[in-house]
């Protein structure tokens, strides 16, 4: 299995950007960021395959969000702007075989980063 570190989380107010790092042991074929926010089921996020040629992200975070991948470093970006309070969360990325929004998509996770948004 990959092994997944996640980096990058915070605390930042309303309108802010962070932006999360997800350091792969190996190549990974799609690398997806999943969230979680408490009391509320995991939901996805965002994904990106190998190639860069398919990315997909939530509704909810369209526009404001942009992953990105530096494959020489096998590393995931995830780059958060005009973050809204509604975005809290343990954010989680994800390896697997296929480019896909469900959680069965994946076999390996990262222990996670919180993002806290404050109004």
């Known amino acids: 299995q990959v092994q997944l570190v996640e980096s990058g989380g915070g605390l930042v107010q309303a309108g802010d950007s962070l932006r999360l790092s997800c350091a792969a042991s190996r190549r990974t074929f799609a690398t997806g960021w999943f969230r979680q926010a408490p009391g509320k089921e995991r939901e996805f996020v965002a994904v990106?395959?190998?190639?860069?040629?398919?990315?997909d992200y939530a509704d909810s975070v369209k526009g404001r969000f942009t992953i990105s991948r530096d494959n020489a470093k096998n590393t995931v970006y995830l780059q958060m702007n005009s973050l809204k309070p509604e975005d809290t969360a343990v954010y989680y990325c994800?390896?697997?075989?296929?480019?896909?929004?469900?959680?069965?998509?994946?076999?390996?996770w990262g222990q996670g980063t919180q993002v806290t948004v404050s109004s």
């Open positions: 994800a390896a697997g075989w296929a480019a896909g929004r469900e959680s069965s998509d994946f076999g390996s």
């Open positions: 990106i395959s190998w190639t860069g040629g398919r990315i």
